[in-house]
């Protein structure tokens, strides 16, 4: 994602290679990733806290679902999606197939 203090950690493959891969995310309490797209699908689900997730190409607090462990969501390819974190830290599986990438939507709210 770029945003500071978020721990990438690859489980599974390499994501800037063809091929399957899975990283998991940990995202520290109170960080909001803003509204970007992956090339890929993605398939998640939450490990620990709780994430709050949303689609559209503005993040909006008001949209985003809580998820808690156990939660699962998809990344369609193209499809900008926005996340965050509130009071709890989170951590977060993330697979896909590679090459991925992560472009931000020029939206600005």
């Given at each position: 994602s770029g945003v500071a203090g978020i721990r990438?950690?690859?489980?599974?493959?390499?994501?800037?290679?063809?091929?399957?891969?899975?990283?998991?995310?940990?995202?520290?309490?109170?960080?909001?990733?803003?509204?970007?797209?992956?090339?890929?699908?993605?398939?998640?689900?939450?490990?620990?806290?709780?994430?709050?997730?949303?689609?559209?190409?503005?993040?909006?607090?008001?949209?985003?679902?809580?998820?808690?462990?156990?939660?699962?969501?998809?990344?369609?390819?193209?499809?900008?999606?926005?996340?965050?974190?509130r009071d709890q830290p989170a951590v977060v599986?993330?697979s896909g197939v590679g090459p991925t990438d992560?472009?931000?939507?020029?939206?600005?709210?």
């Open positions: 990438t950690i690859v489980l599974s493959g390499d994501p800037t290679k063809p091929g399957p891969y899975t990283i998991a995310l940990s995202v520290p309490a109170h960080t909001k990733i803003a509204a970007h797209a992956h090339r890929d699908d993605r398939a998640s689900v939450v490990v620990a806290g709780e994430w709050f997730f949303g689609y559209g190409p503005v993040a909006d607090d008001a949209k985003v679902k809580a998820l808690p462990p156990g939660g699962f969501y998809t990344e369609p390819a193209g499809q900008p999606h926005y996340a965050q974190t599986y993330v992560t472009v931000y939507t020029a939206v600005k709210p």
